[in-house]
Each structure stands twice: as structure tokens, then as C-alpha cells.
């Protein structure tokens, strides 16, 4: 039981990592786009703004999921790693209350603080969440929780996680809005987009590589992991991320192929950790199975998926279905 | 029951070993209260807002109404600003859950956690069909875009049962097996539908529909008395006053009940909210009042009026604040504010019932608003009404249940965080809260402004698509 609501615990993280990664991302290339960028700044509103809530929900759910199953873990985790998760949860409201109005008011009329918290938010909260990861993952939280504050999440893997975090978001954003500015036929932010994708898609490889570096001294159970058991997943991380980049420079390549690719290298990364961590919940000590909640909880919580693959996920088709045509059925 | 007495017991050697408050308890509640009582303004708008727009909605397509089409397309976009603020602070809420009660959660997240569970089931719903019914105007048949936005207020019922679910576990938990601090078994049916579940639920989830419905008639009969007195605001007066008073004297109804229930069931918050020191028969109802030094003073009483109340007999006994275990017992201080709250929100709800009933007699005669200036300067501050009723409700609950956060098991002071400086994150959330507040208003009014000035004006939103008509766009085949 406790397996499958780890890994229902894991495919959420991915969800969210993908989902709201590609929303983060689309709030860095605003906040690069400059004052000049009004054209790329449309598109990404355009893209955003239907699916914005739905991408975010995910976060709520892995809290859910985590203060359920495995209630002692969450408390250890939010009493040692609480500057970065505040901060991150500042920046989440800064964030989504930024997008709600800078929606209604019309490009050139935002006031520069709108801007400027929607922006910096966008690219903040990820680098927090991936530092918060990055603790973890290296074992920094003790079982027992309040671990120390500065040094949990001020650490080589955590720095490099956050920073992996914000390239990766970059990444998947400038992929999807490159493929967005295609769909609508807009060349010029087409090739926008792509430059940004390509500089993103070589930092994110270039942090993962000193990641992999960092790790093998300062959490030696990850780097094992990772290149142990997790490297099936790890090489087709490489692998669709770089076909991503080929098949960008092709304008005759099927543009959900480019997506799925894209979204591919992400999961796979997520999905890397998760099997490289395993069987430890916090990095290298305190097992899925000994931090697990009484069975009743745990069939409860699978229970839910079932509900949410029954209910959500077919809403939620229908909800990117509707925002990539355009339209449901015809007017 | 017997956990509960050792978990009593230990509280009490723990107590008087002279153990102090942590520093962190004070800004803990402080911003618990805040960032909460900031949230549950925004709840209304998603549950019940989107009612009466679906209701405006439906009005429009059956009767070819294009004022109410307008009014529920509008209703939709400012909806949606609004949800996407709750949404924010909602997530805020989540993660504070860890970050501020980690004792909490660490605990007792096993069965605590669980009504959330089932909650973002419905969170995720919500925030999908609102998505899809702002996508939808004139890109959906108008039936199946008004059925696309059916989900949405159902989800808001759903939404408001799980979390006041769990609220109403902290005040009456059950379904938990407890051994040695830990939770070791749990019935989640249980914990869903404990006992205090069905009156805080229903009675929440009126709360939510009135709030709403008089704040947006209040909005309309601001325009009337500006001399707007078209049908346009007329149609969107009506849609949210009559629901909000068909609400009210039902919402009376349950908070009668409900406070039955909290005596037979919160004892402990029963006397905090009548502010009786000590147990005993022909129990006077106190108005106003402060409890000092353990006597109540300058106290209204209405002799026998709450032992008549509680059990329709003067002769009914009431437990009073004596019957506390004194390690336990809220200090008078809390007592005040339980039973002050208590009082605003029955005078409040009140108030507005008394406002619906105006109307219903105007209508009831002469099938018309009451001609009164006073009825619509009434109403225009009814929301402002509705919106204290509801926070001084949650006040008596939350409040009433001092010093425990799991009723018998776990006092507030062993749920709080132990490490770091909680004033300087309560900062930064009042920081920003107030930006977002303030934003969230002055976005509204640019919204009826442009409106005003066009009324063709498509006011892209949040959700929404950036383009309103598809069909203009000539890159889509």
C-alpha cells in the first residue's frame, strides 16, 4: 500500500514539476522579455492564463499527500526547511495574485510593481521548492525534525537543485511557447522562443552535470542512486532533452512530439530522483515503510487517486484540449 | 475517551512543571487568524458567487435575457480574480499548516489530513470548470456552457464539507485509534462525519451564500442609488438579495441548532460563549458584558433566557467555566472574545434577516424593491454586514476551543513550531497580503470601469481566454 501512495506522492511532484515548471518558466522569459517584448509577453499570457490554476493545484496536492502518509516526515521536513518553504509560499501568493490582475490590466498600463512581483515571484519560488528538494535529497533533515535552518537548504545540492529548478522551468517554458508561436504562425517570437529554449536547455544540463558532482561528495546515497538504479531514467532524461533540441530547429516536426519530448526529459528527471532515493523518504534515512501512516490513511489517500484519475484527469484533458484548439466544438 | 484523559493528564504534569508559552505561539495565532480570516472572505466568492451566476446564466438562456447574460459573463470574470486570490491564499493556508503547527500535523496528519485529501479533489475540479466555463462564453453552445458550469458551485459544496471536516475534527475528533502520542489506527469515515461535522457545515456553507449574495446586491444597490436604475442592475440586485434572503432565516434556523449542539457537545465553548463563570440551573442570557476577576460585569441579563434556550426548561443545567479543569480552562480574556463574537454574529445575522424580511414584505404587497432609500443604503453596507458575521463566527469557533487545537488531545501551545522568528514571516504575509488585498479591489473597480465606459469591452481575466472571439483569429482554420 505504502508503495503505491509513494509513488502516487512521486507522480505528483512530477505533475507539478512539469505543470507549474512551465508556468514558472513563462514568468522568467517575461521577466526577461524587457520593456520591448510586448509581442512574446502576449503569447505567454495567452498560453497561461487558462491553465494557471490547474497547473498550481498540483503543489496542494503533494502537501496533501505528504502531511497524510507520512505526517512525521512533513512536520520534520516544514519544522527544518521552513525559510525556504516560507519564502516559497510568499512567493506563491505574489505570484498567482500578480498574474490574476496583470490579466485584466491591458500590456503597457501594468503598474511596474504588478510586473515586477509576477516576475520575480516566477522565478524565486522555483529556485526555494528546488532548494527545499535539495535538502532533503542530501539528508539534511533529521527524522525528528528541526534540523538546522541555515545549513538544510545554504548547501552545494540545494544550490544546485534550486538552480536546476529555475533553468528547468526556463527550459520546458521556452519549448512549449516556441511551440505555441509556431501553432499560431508567429515567426518572430518563434525564433525568440527557441534561442531562449537552447541557452536554457545547455545551463540545465551544464548545472545537472556539476550536480552530479556535488551530489557524489556531499550526498553520496543520491549519487549512487542516480547512476545506479535511476540511470535508465537519467539517460532518457538526456536523451529526450537533447531531441528536443533537434527536433526544434525542424519546422516540419509534429509539434506534439516536440511537447512530449520536452515534458519527457522533465519527468524522467523527477522521476530519476524518486528511484535513486528510494527506499528513503528523507534522502538517506527514514523509510517509506517506517515513516508510513496507519493503513486506513494510506487506503484512504489511494482511494482519492482513483477518485481524481475517475474524475479530474478527464476534466482536466478536456481543459487542454480546450485551450490548444482554441475551441471545444464549433459556435 | 480514555487517551483523551491521559492525553489530559499529561498536559496537566506538563502544566505544572511551570512549562512556559513558546515565543512562537503568539505570532503563530496571530498570523493563523489573519492569513485565515483573509481567505474566508474569498471563499464565498467561489462557492456561492458562481451559483448566482449560473443562475443569471440560466435566466438569460431560458427567457432570452441578455441583461442577465451580461451580468453572468461579468459575474464569471470578477469570479475569477477572486478565485485566483483565494487560491493563492488558500495554498498559503497549506503550507502554513506545516510551517506554523508542525506539532499539529506531525501528529496527527494521519487522520487530520484526510478530509484535505478528499478536499483537493474537489479544489481541482473547481479550478478546472471555472477555467473551462470562462473559456467557454460563445465558443460553447449555450447550454452546454451553462452545464460546464455546473461543476463549479458543486465542487464549491464539496470543497467547504472537507475543510470544514477538518475544523470541525479539531473541535470533536474522532475516528483514531491513539498509543503513545501516535495515531496507530484510523477510521476515515469517522473522522469525515464526526460530530460536529453537519451543523459547522451547513452552517458554513449558508454563511457562504449570504456573504455573497448581499455583498453583490450590495454592489447593485450602490449603482441604484447613484441613479442606475436600469434593468440591467435591477436583474443583478434581484438574482443575489433574493437568495441571500432566502438564506437568512434558514441560516438563523441552524445557528440555533447549532448552538445547541456546541452545549450538548463543546461544553467548555458553550459557557466562553455565554460567559457563564459557574455551573447552574435558571441560567440567565448575558448581553454584553465583561467576565472580571471570574464575575461577570455590566452585564444585560435575561433572567433564565439560556437554560430556556438550551434545553426549553429554566431548569435546564448549564456547565459553566468552573467545570474546566483550571490548567485547561481559557483565560477571561479569550472568554471576552469568545462572547463578544458570538454576540456580533447573532446580532448581525439578525440585522440581516430583518433586511430580507423588508423586502419580502415589499414584494409580498406590491411585487417591488421596498421604495425606501434607507432599504438600498441598507443593503449597499449588508455585505460589509455579512462579512463581520462570518469572521466573528469563525472567532467563536476557533477562539472557543482555546488552549487546545485538537480538542482533548493537543494544545495549541504543543502544536506550534518551536524554531525561528514567526514575527518576521507574519510580516512579510501582512506585506503581502494587504498589496493583494488592495490590488484585488482596485482590479474589480478598473474592471466596472471599463465596462462602464464600453460595454463591449471583452476584459480578459485569469482563466480566460486573451482573445474573446476565436473566429477573428485568422490563423485558426
Redesign the interface.
Known amino acids: 500500500m505504502i508503495q503505491v501512495v509513494a509513488a502516487g506522492l512521486l507522480l505528483g511532484v512530477m505533475a507539478y514539476a512539469l505543470f507549474a515548471g512551465a508556468d514558472f518558466g513563462a514568468g522568467f522569459w517575461d521577466l526577461t522579455a524587457g520593456r520591448a517584448g510586448g509581442r512574446q509577453r502576449r503569447l505567454i499570457d495567452a498560453s497561461l492564463a487558462p491553465v494557471w490554476e490547474a497547473n498550481h493545484t498540483w503543489l496542494i496536492y503533494c502537501l496533501v499527500v505528504f502531511w497524510t502518509a507520512f505526517p512525521a516526515a512533513f512536520a520534520a521536513v516544514t519544522s527544518t526547511l521552513y525559510i525556504p518553504l516560507g519564502l516559497a509560499a510568499l512567493g506563491i501568493v505574489l505570484r498567482g495574485s500578480g498574474f490574476a490582475f496583470r490579466e485584466v490590466i491591458p500590456d503597457g498600463d501594468r503598474p511596474p510593481l504588478v510586473e515586477a512581483g509576477f516576475a520575480t515571484s516566477s522565478v524565486v519560488t522555483p529556485f526555494f521548492l528546488g532548494a527545499a528538494g535539495g535538502g532533503i535529497a542530501s539528508g539534511r533533515v533529521p527524522a525528528r525534525g528541526y534540523g538546522d535552518p541555515m545549513s538544510s537548504w545554504l548547501n552545494g545540492t540545494s544550490l544546485l537543485v534550486g538552480c536546476l529548478a529555475v533553468a528547468v522551468c526556463a527550459y520546458l517554458a521556452g519549448v512549449f511557447l516556441t511551440v505555441d508561436a509556431r501553432r499560431t504562425d508567429d515567426r518572430m517570437s518563434e525564433r525568440w522562443f527557441r534561442r531562449r529554449a537552447y541557452a536554457a536547455a545547455w545551463v540545465a544540463g551544464a548545472v545537472s552535470v556539476a550536480g552530479l558532482l556535488v551530489t557524489r561528495v556531499d550526498a553520496p546515497h543520491l549519487f549512487h542512486g542516480l547512476l545506479g538504479r535511476a540511470l535508465p531514467l537519467v539517460a532518457l532524461s538526456v536523451l529526450a532533452g537533447l531531441g528536443t533540441l533537434v527536433l526544434l530547429r525542424r519546422q516540419a516536426a509534429p509539434l506534439r512530439v516536440i511537447r512530449l519530448l520536452a515534458g519527457g526529459a522533465v519527468a524522467c528527471l523527477v522521476l530519476g530522483w524518486g528511484v535513486a532515493q528510494y527506499p528513503y523518504l528523507l534522502g538517506d534515512h527514514a523509510t517509506v515503510t517506517t515513516a508510513a501512516a496507519p493503513t486506513a490513511s494510506l487506503a484512504m489517500l489511494v482511494a482519492v487517486f482513483c477518485a481524481a484519475v475517475v474524475l479530474v484527469v478527464p476534466s482536466l484533458l478536456l481543459l487542454y484540449v480546450l485551450q490548444q484548439r482554441g475551441r471545444l466544438e464549433d459556435a | 475517551m480514555a487517551e483523551a484523559t491521559i492525553a489530559g493528564v499529561q498536559t496537566l504534569v506538563h502544566l505544572a512543571a511551570g512549562g512556559q508559552d513558546p515565543a512562537q505561539l503568539l505570532p503563530a495565532r496571530e498570523q493563523m487568524a489573519f492569513t485565515l480570516g483573509f481567505h474566508i472572505i474569498l471563499v464565498p466568492f467561489g462557492v456561492a458567487f458562481t451559483f448566482l451566476m449560473l443562475v443569471a446564466n440560466y435566466r438569460g438562456i431560458r427567457h432570452h435575457d441578455t441583461e442577465a447574460l451580461l451580468l453572468a459573463e461579468r459575474w464569471s470574470k470578477a469570479a475569477?480574480?477572486l478565485?485566483?486570490?483565494g487560491?493563492?491564499?488558500?495554498?498559503?493556508l497549506?503550507?502554513?499548516?506545516?510551517?506554523l503547527w508542525?506539532?499539529l500535523?506531525?501528529?496527527?496528519?494521519?487522520?487530520y489530513?484526510?478530509p484535505?485529501?478528499?478536499?483537493?479533489?474537489f479544489?481541482?475540479?473547481e479550478?478546472?470548470?471555472?477555467?473551462?466555463y470562462?473559456?467557454?462564453w460563445?465558443?460553447?453552445?449555450p447550454w452546454?456552457h451553462f452545464w460546464s458550469g455546473v461543476?463549479v458551485p458543486l465542487a464549491g459544496l464539496g470543497g467547504t464539507a472537507s475543510v470544514v471536516a477538518a475544523n470541525a475534527w479539531m473541535n470533536l475528533p474522532g475516528g483514531m485509534t491513539v498509543r503513545g502520542g501516535r495515531?496507530?489506527?484510523?477510521?476515515?469515515w469517522r473522522v469525515f462525519f464526526n460530530g460536529a461535522f453537519w451543523y459547522e457545515m451547513v452552517h458554513m456553507f449558508l454563511a457562504a451564500y449570504a456573504v455573497a449574495g448581499f455583498v453583490v446586491a450590495g454592489v447593485y444597490a450602490t449603482g441604484m442609488l447613484k441613479g442606475r436604475r436600469g434593468r440591467y442592475h435591477r436583474v443583478g440586485f434581484l438574482i443575489a438579495f433574493v437568495t441571500a434572503a432566502v438564506v437568512m432565516p434558514v441560516q438563523i434556523f441552524v445557528g440555533d441548532v447549532a448552538a445547541r449542539q456546541v452545549f450538548h457537545k463543546e461544553p467548555a465553548k458553550f459557557a466562553a460563549i455565554e460567559m457563564l463563570p459557574r455551573t447552574s440551573t435558571h441560567v440567565p442570557e448575558t448581553i454584553g458584558g465583561v467576565l472580571v476577576d471570574g464575575h461577570v460585569r455590566y452585564g444585560l441579563e435575561v433572567p433564565n433566557a439560556d437554560s430556556l434556550l438550551a434545553g426549553f426548561r429554566p431548569s435546564t443545567r448549564i456547565q459553566g467555566l468552573d467545570a474546566v479543569p483550571a490548567a485547561v480552562r481559557p483565560a477571561p480574556r479569550l472568554v471576552n472574545i469568545v462572547h463578544w463574537s458570538f454576540e456580533v454574529m447573532v446580532f448581525t445575522g439578525f440585522a440581516l434577516l430583518a433586511l430580507a424580511a423588508w423586502f419580502a414584505v415589499a414584494w409580498w404587497r406590491r411585487r417591488d424593491l421596498p421604495r425606501s432609500r434607507w432599504f438600498l443604503r441598507a443593503t449597499a453596507v449588508s455585505g460589509a454586514v455579512a462579512v463581520v458575521s462570518l469572521e466573528t463566527g469563525w472567532v467563536v469557533t476557533e477562539v472557543g476551543r482555546q488552549p487546545w487545537t485538537v480538542r482533548g488531545f493537543l494544545l495549541t501551545r504543543d502544536a506550534v513550531?518551536?524554531?525561528?522568528n514567526v514575527w518576521l514571516?507574519f510580516a512579510?504575509?501582512l506585506l503581502?497580503?494587504v498589496?493583494?488585498g488592495t490590488?484585488?479591489v482596485?482590479?474589480l473597480r478598473?474592471?466596472r470601469r471599463r465596462w462602464a465606459a464600453s460595454p463591449e469591452d471583452p476584459?480578459?481575466?485569469?482563466?480566460?481566454?486573451?482573445?474573446d472571439v476565436?473566429?477573428r483569429?485568422s490563423?485558426?482554420p
Open positions: 475569477a480574480v478565485f485566483a486570490v487560491a493563492v491564499s488558500g495554498t498559503v497549506t503550507f502554513e499548516m506545516g510551517l508542525p506539532g500535523m506531525g501528529r496527527y496528519g494521519a487522520a489530513g484526510l484535505f485529501g478528499v478536499e483537493g479533489i479544489f481541482f475540479l479550478a478546472i470548470f471555472v477555467a473551462i470562462l473559456y467557454g460563445r465558443r460553447l453552445r452546454a461543476p495515531v496507530v489506527g484510523v477510521t476515515p513550531t518551536l524554531s525561528g514571516f512579510g504575509a503581502i497580503y498589496a493583494v490590488g484585488a482596485l482590479v478598473q474592471m476584459v480578459p481575466v485569469p482563466y480566460g481566454p486573451l482573445e476565436p473566429q483569429r490563423a485558426v
